[in-house]
Nanobody, 118 residues
Framework: QVQLVESGGGSVQTGGSLRLSCVAS????????MNWYRQAPGKQRELVAT???????SYAGSVKGRFTFSRDNAASAVYLQMDALKSEDTAVYYCNAEAHAGQYRTYWGQGTQVTVSS
């Protein structure tokens, strides 16, 4: 079992920055593929960024160039640096972990609110 705890959400003005953190416990962190998702009110949850266990990152087109996903295996943590925030980035952000070794398993954090206002 993997536990994920997010922090770092909050309210910021358009153009501002926030840094989200997600700390994992309960398994060997380095084998996990890590993702950030977000869900805005009335919308489906969407994938924002991925950092695979092999070190490959990818971003949704809407955040590419503005968000940076980093990973610290020694700390069992991932971070999402969000710059040049827009009102459309307002959402609950969720940390997600995927384990592909053996049976596929996926785990979710509790979510953290990000609100961007003009």
């Amino acid at each position: 079992q993997v536990q994920l705890v997010e922090s770092g959400g909050g309210s910021v003005q358009t153009g501002g920055s926030l840094r989200l953190s997600c700390v994992a416990s309960g398994t060997l962190f380095s084998i996990l593929d890590m993702n950030w998702y977000r869900q805005a009110p009335g919308k489906q949850r969407e994938l924002v960024a991925t950092f695979s266990s092999g070190g490959i990152t990818s971003y949704a087109g809407s955040v590419k160039g503005r968000f940076t996903f980093s990973r610290d295996n020694a700390a069992s943590a991932v971070y999402l640096q969000m710059d040049a925030l827009k009102s459309e980035d307002t959402a609950v952000y969720y940390c997600n972990a995927e384990a592909h070794a053996g049976q596929y398993r996926t785990y979710w954090g509790q979510g953290t609110q990000v609100t961007v206002s003009s």
